[in-house]
């Protein structure tokens, strides 16, 4: 079992820049991050989730959509259990929920939201001036 909790996002205006944060632990003993992928989506009001890119066991990082490329950013801190999303020159069509998410244990990145089995609780980003 593996839990994952979002952090960082706000009310931005637009051009501007946020951090997100998605702290991952585990329940059963031997947890360790470094065995999972972790993805990040979004969910605009009206709108179904969507992928935003993925980081890899390996710290390859996979990036969906064309909206988001050369803005948006995934990296992740194993020593921290940590997965962040750099995001940058943010616009209005940035708005929405942000969940980060993982598949089951060393399942590689995939950008269909079916295939990932935890879920964060989401953390809301409005993009405003």
């Known amino acids: 079992q593996l839990q994952l909790v979002e952090s960082g996002g706000g009310l931005v205006q637009p051009g501007g820049s946020l951090t997100l944060s998605c702290e991952a632990s585990g329940v059963v003993s031997g947890f360790n991050m470094v065995d999972y992928a972790i993805g990040w989506f979004r969910q605009a009001p009206g709108k179904e989730r969507e992928g935003v890119n993925c980081v890899s066991i390996s710290g390859e990082s996979s990036n969906y959509g064309n909206s988001t490329k050369g803005r948006f950013a995934i990296s992740r801190d194993n020593a921290k259990n940590t997965v962040y999303l750099q995001m940058n020159n943010l616009k209005p069509e940035d708005t929405g929920v942000y969940y980060c998410?993982?598949?089951?244990?060393?399942?590689?990145?995939?950008?269909?939201?079916?295939?990932?089995?935890?879920w964060g609780q989401g953390t809301q980003v409005t993009v405003s001036s």
């Open positions: 998410a993982a598949p089951l244990w060393r399942v590689p990145c995939q950008e269909e939201r079916w295939r990932y089995d935890y």
